[in-house]
């Protein structure tokens, strides 16, 4: 019954994997850039959350309260909302952990919790306001859930090239972009140097803790929009009704794909295709072994990946040396 | 400065302390069932996740609220614990309901029962009732009791709706974990639509979880990309309608009308109505008589409805053979009933956890009345049609 070799399902498998590998890419790009300024933030998922409840907040209210509203301003209020809410937390972090030094760790865990239960709180009151469901309307719901017009019809190669949301194609080019960002542009460089060694990049006369807000914040905005991908999509998500908890376990793969991708935008890029294709991998591909097996998968590709790049040594590979530890100036 | 903060501390301590005292109330040794009024009861109520999750406990916290106006009680007679996990929090859960002098604590979730029962074990004066279990049939505690509803019934009738609307003749079903009550759900809403239709095959996969939107989703996604054009489900979540939404087809729900979530795709939600137990619980309580052991209900009761059908899209005659098939099931009407085969041509089996024979369908007058002596859903074969993949 299961012939799961055909090609039409591997080619659903493929398109399933982007599909779930998205999320994961806007969090693992978001704490690259953050980690890279040596700021270790494990709030990832908190974040994650917090960008899902702006980003369907903006689109929901913007739809309730205008009179003709428009799903294109409507998708453009919740990109923005889902990034400025998760950056909000991202800068709750930075205060603490730049400005007041507490420990990262703690602060990141305590993000994540504070983000589960800000968005599940506000979600609950939207929610009930609407009495029961809150949704968005069906055409924002169309635009997060369709390819581009035309290209996607197109047969084998429109599907696995074009038949993905606008978001898919966002993550990609912000892999990208940083991963110009951070190997070619001189902010990027320095941005390296304050992760690196801050008391040597503050003598250098970069402001380090300029750096290391401006990269904590706009960081935590990226890893908002995997939570609005998880709030708006429907393939690999709740599909622009507001569920309470919905946001499972993405963050923490963010966090491993991560390391998984030894701080590379590019390699992230890949590792998240990888990860979103053994999340879904025992939906498409049988091997008749226990779930919980596929469920491990991810997780023990990271410890993989951890030996071998200790085992080899590349300094490239490691993580920045400041990450986890708060800068004293005065302690140099 | 510190011996300040010391002092502030000792006070703000006193008061915390007193308050909690308060709190707790002059019943620090547990209920009573004599002498008790519709004025003094008090019932407590232990859930897996809180009503924002739309689904089980959702459904089951509408039950709380119209078994209090049935009886007329006040809020403050009720006490929730939402959130509580199936594990030792579950026993400091009840434990904190003995202590604020509840009678009567209902948990709901499967994991629960094991904590329930050490505490009933200790509190024989107060009533202890919990949903989806199996234990009382056997720990002979006098106080101890389970309930069900006849859920099977509403998803056979809801499979009747994706029966008359499936193109492709091949449903989908988004399942959370492989035993029997999930089994006996998928199954009933296969039987149904396959009595209107008796081609149409059926998928399941599992999503391993109660309340996991992302992986429901992927799931749904999977079953569509497979073919399937109806998709229900046995899991909390509208994430499954939405998907079927977004992909063009349809969608059966479960514990809460889905139609707002998805008008284009939901047809009907199977639910149940747990007040119809509750009341009776309650009732039962303060007239001082004896509650059965185990309890399940289905639709002679009103325990478990269908959810306003969504008439813009079901197919034509949906209403008209469900209204058929619900007289034929209040009239004696068996689901799981003829000469129900597995996919391999044998005899189904319904078998115990430990793999003991319960019931084995021989031919074509074979039935098995689910949830009827024990409130737990025992019917688990996979039957010919339905194809899992785990």
Known sequence: MFDFLNPDNLMNFFVAAILAGTPLLFGTLGEILTEKSGNLNLGVQGMMFMGALGGFAGAYYYEQMAAQPVAVISVLIAVICAFLTAAFGAFLYSVLTISMRANQNVTGLALTIFGTGFANFFGEAISFAAGGYAAVSSETKTIFNTGIPGLADIPIIGKILFSYNFLVYFAILTAIILAWFLNRSRAGLNLRAVGESPATADAAGINVTRYKYLATVIGGGICGLGGLYIVMNSSNGVGGVWTFNLISYQGWIAVALVIFATWSPARALWGSLIFGALSVMRLYIPLGIPAQIYDMFPYIATIAVIIGVSMRRRRENHPPDSLGIAYFREER | ?390
């Open chain 2, 1 to 390: 400065m510190k011996k300040l903060f010391a002092i502030l501390l000792c006070i703000a301590l006193c008061f915390a302390t007193a308050a909690l005292a308060a709190c707790g109330g002059d019943t620090g040794d547990g209920g009573d069932a004599s002498g008790l009024t519709k004025d003094n009861i008090k019932i407590g109520f232990v859930h897996i996740t809180d009503p924002s999750d739309m689904g089980y406990t959702y459904n089951h916290d509408l039950g709380t609220q119209k078994m209090a106006q049935n009886i007329g009680l006040s809020d403050s007679q009720i006490i929730n614990k939402f959130n509580i996990p199936e594990g030792s929090e579950c026993e400091t859960a009840v434990r904190e309901l003995v202590e604020a002098g509840c009678n009567i604590i209902v948990a709901t979730s499967f994991g629960h029962a094991d904590y329930m029962l050490t505490v009933a074990a200790e509190y024989p004066d107060i009533v202890f009732a919990h949903a989806t279990g199996y234990h009382a049939r056997f720990m002979g505690l006098d106080n101890y009791h389970n309930y069900f509803v006849d859920i099977f019934e509403a998803r056979y009738l809801a499979g009747i709706a994706a029966g008359l609307k499936t193109e492709t003749n091949k449903l989908g079903y988004v399942a959370a974990f492989p035993f029997a009550e999930v089994i006996s759900g998928y199954t009933s809403f296969y039987l149904g639509a396959k009595s209107v239709n008796p081609d149409v095959t059926m998928e399941v996969m599992y999503a391993n979880s109660w309340h996991d939107p992302a992986t429901e989703a992927q799931v749904a996604q999977a079953l569509i990309d497979r073919g399937a054009d109806v998709i229900s489900q046995h899991s909390d979540s509208t994430a499954p309608a939405t998907t079927a939404e977004a992909n063009g087809v349809w969608h059966v729900g479960y514990n809460a009308d889905m139609i707002p979530a998805a008008p284009n795709a939901s047809l009907v939600s199977a639910r149940a109505d747990w007040s119809i137990y509750l009341t009776m619980l309650v009732q039962d309580v303060l007239d001082g008589k004896d509650i059965p052991a185990d309890w399940s209900e289905g639709l002679a009761a009103n325990a478990v409805f269908l959810s306003p059908l969504n008439d813009a899209i079901v197919a034509d005659g949906t209403a008209a053979a469900i209204d058929a098939a619900k007289a034929q099931i209040i009239g004696g009407f068996h689901v799981f009933s003829g000469h129900l085969k597995d996919n391999d041509g044998n005899n189904a089996k319904i078998t115990t956890f430990e793999g003991d024979l319960i019931y084995e369908f021989t031919g074509p007058d074979s039935y098995f009345i689910e949830s009827n002596e024990f409130s737990a859903p025992d019917f688990n074969p996979i039957i010919e049609g339905i194809f899992v993949m785990d």
